[in-house]
């Protein structure tokens, strides 16, 4: 985070973390050994390094494992093409010189591929932090503006540490003057 006496700026960070990374790898190395093994079981040509899949009968055994290898491949394409676009990383920015707040984000490819939004700093009600615990933990912040809409501040996945979520909910409403819900 940084901040200036003005405008306070939030980084975001999207795919591109340490799990992705370690996930794209592990399902990318499984995919192709799945597709090694199953064109050696077609080819009868030993592929793979670990084992020989050249004395198993391509139907079924083969077939099974070359589908299964595209699937993985296929699979492994998307998570590194996420990780390579940053889908989800970004800023919030909060600028008291213009007035204004901007809440930008990485999408996929397309049409959309940059999603924006932008408010008036005198909109904003309160920011709301919400926080919920159990088997699918969620802890986010979300900056609530007129008209009943709740921006999301925080990235997606992997919860905040509950200190870091109440500093930066005080941090943030402190810098903007409105409430802060939900603690």
């Known amino acids: 985070m ?3 006496s003005l405008v306070l700026r939030q980084e975001i960070l999207g795919a591109r973390r340490f799990s992705n990374y370690w996930w ?3 399902v990318s190395i499984g995919g192709i050994g799945f597709l090694l ?6 080819l009868k040509v030993n592929l793979v390094l670990v084992s020989d899949p050249t004395e198993l009968q391509f139907i079924p055994q083969g077939a099974a494992l ?6 993985g491949t296929l699979l492994a394409l998307y998570l590194w093409l996420t990780v390579l676009w940053d889908v989800g990383g970004g800023y919030n920015e ?10 930008f984000r990485w ?9 924006e939004f932008e408010c008036k700093l005198d909109e904003v009600q ?3 932090a919400q ?3 159990g088997l699918n933990p969620e802890r986010c912040l979300y900056l609530r503006v007129k008209q009943r809409r709740e921006i999301p501040l925080t990235r997606v996945g992997q919860p905040l540490p509950l200190s870091e979520l109440e500093n930066q909910g005080a941090e943030l409403a402190r810098f903007l003057g409105v409430p802060l819900e939900g603690l």
């Open 2 to 4: 940084t901040k200036d």
């Open 24 to 26: 794209s790898t592990i």
């Open 37 to 42: 093994a199953g064109l050696s079981s077609y």
């Open 66 to 71: 070359l589908f299964y290898g595209v699937a």
């Open 94 to 103: 909060f600028n008291k010189e213009t007035g204004m707040a901007k809440i």
């Open 107 to 115: 999408g996929f490819p397309g049409k959309n591929r940059r999603i």
């Open 126 to 128: 309160s920011v709301r």
């Open 131 to 133: 926080i919920r615990e």
